[in-house]
């Protein structure tokens, strides 16, 4: 917001130096010409052709004082040459000066449509494309970490795994469309209900993943059951038809030095376990 006035100040003590130097005035060009690089970055031409006509006003004036002052190291030609010199080098100067501001406008707007295109990249590379949940491998990512902390602090973690009951029968019947349908409408209703600090993610065909941190095996059946009533409401319209559809649950807590694939191979074995029980039910599991 200065940049003007130090650029004003700084040409007008300029302007007094040069009628104070005497044969050594010539040099004073060089420092008026830095005193103009100092606003062509960021400056609108507006600004610094208002600057190089106060550089031009101002040297004139030093130029016509030390003619009026009758220095004996003056001359009319040569202050004019210098005058005619400086005049011609500000339009040059301002031009140059709006280049380099649309080249730093250009490298900014590219800057950020890099910025956006990586958060792009970065979604879609731990983004299910379907479903718009987390992929495997971001999944595998966050329980992997989960799992050091719990190492580390001792923290309680739980993972739900939860299958769509007779998913094979809705694409049999109705085409693999309303399949499609009923997997993106159970991630829009879950996204609803799970906490903020959970991740929820599909882990493969019609079977989804539950990370919670900081949850105990109790709390989370209670969250499981949670997503499976939900389900169990949500009325579902396809092609005129209107599909009721369920799930089924295994949940397990990460128990000692227990790794991820034991974890998820416990969670899967009581998820089949609901299955075998009839199916639209949580089972739980507790460490061996």
Not at 191 to 205: E, M, N, Y
Not at 230 to 246: D, K
């Amino acid at each position: 917001s200065m940049t003007v006035g130090q650029m004003v100040f700084a040409i007008s003590c300029c302007a007094w130096a040069y009628a104070l130097t005497g044969p050594l005035r010539g040099g004073i060009f060089n420092l008026v010409m830095v005193a103009m690089m100092f606003g062509m970055f960021a400056l609108p031409i507006r600004k610094v052709l208002f600057v190089g006509g106060w550089a031009v006003l101002s040297m004139g004036l030093a130029m016509a004082w030390l003619l009026f002052t009758h220095n004996p190291h003056v001359t009319a030609t040569v202050e004019a040459g210098h005058l005619l010199m400086l005049t011609l080098m500000m339009p040059a100067v301002a031009v140059l000066a709006e280049r380099l501001r649309q080249m730093r406008r250009r490298l900014h707007e590219q800057k950020r449509d890099l910025a956006a295109a990586l958060d792009r990249i970065q979604y879609l590379a731990t983004r299910d494309a379907l479903t718009g949940l987390m992929n495997r491998g971001h999944l595998g990512e966050l329980l992997e970490r989960e799992v050091q902390r719990h190492r580390r602090c001792g923290t309680r973690m739980s993972v739900v795994l939860l299958d769509i009951d007779h998913f094979k029968l809705v694409n049999d019947r109705y085409g693999h469309g309303c399949g499609d349908l009923v997997l993106r409408r159970f991630a829009e209703e879950a996204r609803r209900i799970v906490r903020g600090c959970d991740a929820l993610g599909r882990w493969g065909g019609e079977e989804f993943l539950l990370l919670m941190p900081e949850t105990a095996l109790e709390s989370a059946c209670v969250g499981a059951e949670r997503l499976r009533q939900m389900l169990e409401g949500l009325l579902i319209e396809s092609g005129g038809e209107t599909l009721q559809v369920t799930l089924s649950a295994g949940v397990a807590q990460i128990d000692g030095a227990e790794s991820i694939e034991m974890l998820v191979e416990r969670a899967d074995r009581a998820l089949y376990a609901a299955k075998a029980q009839g199916r639209n039910r949580v089972r739980c599991t507790a460490a061996a």
